[in-house]
């Protein structure tokens, strides 16, 4: 697959790359396949994406098609790393969906960035996320819900994504 990437932009080579992402029994065959997709930014693309961010089986396979729907700005994209959000079982591809969102829906992304902090996940990865993505946003509203944070009973590492995000946010 590796060696596809460089034509990933023809036809006959993009659909190999869409049924095989979609479809190949090997997970890490699905992964590879989604990376050689994501040069491509056709609506073919974009569609094949949304449905693997909702449905693949394997977590890995589902953040790799999240993140590639970074470059994606439209309603259908927002609507699914939305439901990847609210939805997913996997605390990663809930912090990949919230990075994605900011990327896609850069003007109306902080409430779900805020409502993101109280969504316990392992390493805290989900916190970190809403962190990242205010201090992308530059979000003072964010700063303000942070520095509201320290006085709350927080796990050591949300201690430390708190104040760096502060630190950056001031």
């Known amino acids: ?7 990933a932009q023809e036809q006959e080579v993009k659909e190999a790359l869409l049924k095989t992402a979609a479809s190949d029994p090997f997970w890490g065959v699905r992964l590879e396949a989604i990376k050689a997709l994501a040069k491509n930014n056709t609506n ?14 394997k977590a890995q396979v589902r953040r790799e098609a999240i993140v590639a ?8 994209t ?33 409430a779900d960035l805020l ?17 990242d993505g205010l ?3 530059k979000s003072q509203a964010g700063a303000a819900k942070l520095a509201a944070k320290l006085g709350d009973k927080l796990s ?13 946010l001031n």
């Open 78 to 110: 927002r609507e699914v790393l939305r439901a990847v959000v609210r939805e997913d079982r996997s605390y990663y591809a809930v912090a990949d969906a919230l990075r994605a969102l900011v990327k896609v829906d850069r003007n109306d992304c902080e």
């Open 1 to 7: 697959i590796e060696k596809l990437v460089e034509h």
């Open 135 to 137: 201090i992308d946003l």
């Open 156 to 168: 050591p590492q949300q201690r430390v994504s708190t104040v760096s995000a502060l630190a950056k």
């Open 44 to 57: 073919d693309v974009r569609a094949a994406l949304l449905k693997i961010a909702r449905a693949d089986a």
């Open 115 to 131: 409502s993101a902090f109280d969504r316990p996940s392992h390493h805290d990865v989900i916190y970190q996320a809403a962190c």
């Open 69 to 76: 729907l970074g470059k994606f700005p439209c309603d259908e």
